[in-house]
């Protein structure tokens, strides 16, 4: 099993920055991709940046420019730089993890961005 424990969400205001951080524990060597998702009232779950072991990014349309995603695979963490907020960001914030797919999930931390 797979531990994720997200931190540093918050209220921030419009064009501010928030980064958040994802720490993985247990059996952390069968995990190749973590991303980050999100959850806005009365919206459906959706994958906005990941990341490979080996470093291969990707990510949403509604944040790219705007978020960045890295990993230190020695402390087992991701990070979420999120910049140029904007309130149509305002949401739960997901770490995921897993091998072919999203199999681990952490708590979630909620983002809020006012306008």
């Known amino acids: 099993q797979v531990q994720l424990v997200e931190s540093g969400g918050g209220l921030v205001q419009a064009g501010g920055s928030l980064r958040l951080s994802c720490a993985a524990s247990?059996?952390?060597?069968?995990?190749?991709?973590m991303g980050w998702f999100r959850q806005a009232p009365g919206k459906e779950r959706e994958l906005i940046a990941q990341?490979?072991?080996?470093?291969?990014?990707a990510f949403a349309d509604s944040v790219k420019d705007r978020f960045t995603i890295s990993r230190d695979n020695a402390k087992n963490t991701v990070y979420l730089q999120m910049n140029s907020l904007k309130p149509e960001d305002t949401a739960v914030y997901y770490c995921?993890?897993?091998?072919?797919?999203?199999?681990?999930w952490g708590q979630g931390t909620q983002v809020t961005v006012s306008s």
């Open positions: 247990g059996r952390t060597f069968s995990i190749d991709a």
């Open positions: 990341i490979s072991r080996s470093g291969t990014t």
């Open positions: 995921a993890a897993g091998l072919r797919s999203y199999d681990y």
